[in-house]
């Protein structure tokens, strides 16, 4: 039968006096724990170093849905923006075609002297005085 075998993970080092440790002098006994000691220190660092690293990607892709979220937002706003110009920019043609209308007008009220305002106060009289005998 075939065993997938973990990697076993060396939380605590070795004794000291351990059967393979007897026949060495004692300073390389001792450089062997100081080398085993740094070792197991190198890996608890490494592995909150990937923890950490696993923590950091979350938060990246969090921020990334934000980013994403809000460029959509602003499409949005640059898209309404736009559209509130084009409506802009029909209304001012509008209001220039009737100020261009009523300049022809008054121009050609000028060119025959005819008075504007008291031509529409007359026929305001003439329609009230209608009214009030009818």
Do not use: W, Y
């Not at 921020?63 to 809000?70: C, D, F, G, N």
């Amino acid at each position: 039968m075939n065993e997938v075998s973990m990697p076993m993970r060396a939380s605590v080092p070795p004794k000291r006096n351990g059967p393979a440790m007897k026949d060495l002098p004692e300073e390389s006994a001792a450089a062997v724990e100081r080398g085993l000691a740094s070792h197991f220190k190198a890996i608890a660092e490494r592995d909150a170093l990937q923890k950490q690293i696993a923590e950091m990607e979350i938060e990246l892709s969090a921020t990334k849905k934000q980013v994403e979220a809000l460029q959509g937002m602003v499409t949005m706003m640059e898209s309404r923006v736009h559209s509130c110009q084009i409506e802009r920019d029909a209304a001012v043609a509008e209001r220039a075609k009737f100020e261009t209308l009523f300049v022809q007008i008054a121009g050609t009220l000028r060119t025959f002297n005819i008075p504007s305002n008291p031509v529409i106060m007359e026929l305001a009289d003439h329609i009230t005085d209608q009214q009030q005998h009818s």
